[in-house]
């Protein structure tokens, strides 16, 4: 696991920054002989925080930042670095479009993982929702499922596919921000929308397919022999498309840092 | 006695020069870094752009990096960083702090700084960076401990657990004299 020591190279900095009083006295002693912890003030001097010690928690808020104020003194300005007016400028349209867009992948990642619950549901359901061989007779006509069990199969299956709609629908209408392209783990999940997308579209139509056969005392044949084959690809890709998105997961998350 | 005017002359203003000097930021990383119970997360920028001014009075040392310009490895990641810290609102990280001349030729130098990021302004005292030199080039790094509540930033979360509240900013920044 990375620590903040190693993610800085630096333990003596990181050793600075530990608030971490303690009523030890070998724990105090190693203290003492620290530099004190770099603290966050409010812009007041220090002497003035140990007036007002409530007050060292505030930050200056500067709503209408300007970066390009003059400084006292000599002080270099934000002027003197040659950003273009571009790069030091605010958008508050691109906040818009980004707060949208945080508000509505939020939205598609949580119907996203709601899906899921149906979903594996429809899959746990789908044995009892199948023609069976007969055993006791092998040569003769397979067992049909109950009408209850294909009923359960076919409304999950069809929850899942209205969720996921909803769900593709918050990823469709977040708003595209210009000149961004989609890099590391974001592309591979969108790339398998290719997968599950028509997948979970042609699911339900085999299925419809198939059960139609089966009421008609046929075997399922033709495409709709393929409805399990899609559906767990459809599955898979889906899964696959949760995990891509998550990483890299850290997965010895139980290691104390 | 000429001879010794003349050298007096020319010796006399070398102070003034030493003092009266500029630094130009030429090379930067600057990483910040996110901790979550199953994610660790480093986002790099090596646009940042930085200039020192010295006279007798000290040195006021400026630094800024446009938000953008912070790169993790995922586009979906880098604007969602955008917005948790109102990055289009507040487009650029600025850095100032104030040392005495005589600080900069120290191997650990403790900084006061002034950070400009997300619409509030914060001071960080005591901050140590290590300094190296490199010919006439100086090396400095360092660590800013940085945090979520210091900015006011709401703390972004991954399957319902938000990330650490601690966003150390590592700085590796080359400076050189003009």
Known sequence: MMTFAQASGNPHVIFSSSPAPSSSSLVSSIVKELPDAPVPTDGQSTAQQNQSPSQSQNQTQNPNQRPNQPQP??????????????????????????????????????????????????????????????????????????????????????????????????????????????????????????????GMILTPILGGMALRQENNGEKVHGIASAHSYVAWTTVGAYGASIVAVSWPLHLKFWEKR | MRSAIVLLLIALPLPVVAQNSQWVLVQSTLTWHITHPVHEVDGTSHDAKGKGNCS????????????????????????????????????????????????????????????????????????????????TDVEITGTVPAT??????????????????EIPVTVDATWRPM
């Not at chain 1, 605010?90 to 906040?95: E, I, P, R, S």
């Not at chain 1, 929850?159 to 590391?184: D, E, W």
């Not at chain 2, 104030?98 to 960080?124: K, W």
């Open chain 2, 56 to 135: 007798a009075a000290g040195c006021d040392f400026l630094i800024a990096v446009p938000l953008k310009t912070f790169d993790s490895g995922d586009s979906n990641r880098d604007l969602h960083m955008m917005q948790t810290v109102r990055g289009a609102q507040f487009p650029m990280v600025i850095v100032r702090t104030h040392l005495p001349q005589s600080a900069l030729d120290a191997a650990t130098i403790d900084t006061d700084l002034e950070i400009q990021f997300a619409g509030q302004t914060v001071h960080y005292d005591h901050v140590p960076l290590n300094r190296t030199a490199h010919g």
């Open chain 1, 73 to 198: 003194g000599n002080a270099p300005t934000l002027g003197d670095l040659g950003f273009t007016p571009q790069q030091i400028m605010a958008n508050a349209d691109l906040q818009r479009k980004l707060n949208q867009r945080t508000h509505d992948l939020k939205v598609h990642q949580t119907l996203g993982l709601v899906t899921v619950v149906p979903l594996c549901a429809t899959v746990i359901v789908a044995g009892g929702a199948k023609a069976k061989r007969n055993r006791a007779d092998p040569t003769g006509p397979p067992i049909a499922p109950s009408a209850g069990a294909v009923d359960l199969h076919a409304a999950l299956g069809a929850s899942t596919a209205a969720l996921y709609g909803f769900t593709a629908y918050y990823a469709i209408a977040a708003p595209k921000i210009p000149g961004v392209k989609p890099k590391g783990a974001i592309k591979l999940h969108r790339d398998l929308v290719w997968i599950h997308a028509p």
């Open chain 2, 148 to 165: 979520c509540s210091d900015f006011k930033i709401d703390r972004p979360s991954f399957l319902m657990v938000p990330i650490h509240n």
